[in-house]
């Protein structure tokens, strides 16, 4: 088992987890540039995004959703994908992952799934190198944090 946790990049550590967070800021700067030339070449791609916040949830079960959620595509999309691949080499692996990261963030509407490519090409060279998840699931899920709260707080 602990081999499969190891292929699979979960061996936690502190030092890793703490990896997450300046890959956090990273990761954030890498949307706002993405978002930013889309918005260049698409002047009105302010109405391709599609992803709106509804429910009315505790915060303390959002925060438990946006880390289940982190954690499983980041372990699904990166870990399975590429260590599943690795024989194939570090193209193709990190490919197929950000092209499933894009499948299943199609609905965000083109802006966020577009998004996700330079994140996913990152986030799976990161993994590549390291193969360890922990930085990935915590940037992610900071990411997510801020997203869904400050998307909230925007809308009121």
């Known amino acids: 088992m602990s ?3 190891r292929r699979l990049g979960l061996q936690f550590s502190w030092r890793a987890a703490a990896a997450g967070i300046p890959l956090f800021v990273i990761y ?3 949307y706002w540039v993405t978002a930013t030339l889309v918005f260049l070449v698409v002047p009105d791609a302010r109405g391709l995004r599609s992803i709106a916040f509804t429910a009315h949830v505790p915060i303390w079960l959002m925060l438990v959703i946006l880390i289940v959620n982190a954690a499983f595509e980041e372990l699904v999309a990166t ?4 260590a599943s691949l690795t024989e194939k080499g570090a193209a193709v692996a990190i490919t197929a992952s950000t092209l ?19 994140l996913g090409l ?15 699931i915590v940037a992610h899920t900071l990411a997510d944090v801020v997203v869904v709260f400050v998307v909230s707080a925007y809308r009121g």
């Open 3 to 5: 081999d499969r946790i």
């Open 28 to 30: 954030l700067l890498v």
């Open 79 to 82: 870990g399975l994908v590429i």
């Open 100 to 118: 499933l990261r894009f499948a299943y963030h199609l609905y965000q509407g083109p802006l966020g799934a577009v998004s996700v490519i330079p």
């Open 122 to 136: 990152l986030l799976g060279a990161l993994f590549w190198r390291a193969r360890n998840l922990w930085p990935l």
